[in-house]
């Protein structure tokens, strides 16, 4: 099977690391499977070069940085 008839997307991260998750995914899903942190810090992609809400669902063959805001200082 491939992962489109396996109900998955095949999408690349900005370096071109090989990535699949279940199609409807989206840039939040990603962005848990990346670490569980960055989740909790993302505020959006970039997907193909162009800026995504956090919501995009990924498309087969996307290519994707997921953007974050720094992590506020604990005092």
Same mark, same amino acid.
């Given at each position: ?6 109900? $998955?997307?095949?999408? /690349? #991260?900005? *370096?071109? =690391?090989?990535?699949? $998750?279940?199609?409807?995914?989206? $840039?939040? =899903? /990603?962005?848990?499977?990346? !670490?569980?942190?960055?989740? *909790? @810090?993302? +505020? ?10 956090? !919501?995009? @669902?990924?498309?087969?063959?996307? @290519?994707?940085? +997921? $953007? #974050? ?5 604990? /005092?």
């Amino acid at each position: 099977k491939t992962p489109r008839e396996a109900g $998955l997307v095949r999408f /690349f #991260s900005f *370096r071109g =690391d090989p990535f699949n $998750l279940k199609q409807g995914a989206n $840039l939040v =899903d /990603f962005a848990d499977r990346i !670490h569980s942190s960055l989740v *909790r @810090r993302a +505020i959006g992609g970039e997907v193909n070069g162009n800026q995504k809400d956090i !919501h995009y @669902r990924i498309q087969d063959g996307d @290519r994707i940085k +997921i $953007l #974050s805001r720094s992590e506020m200082p604990s /005092f």
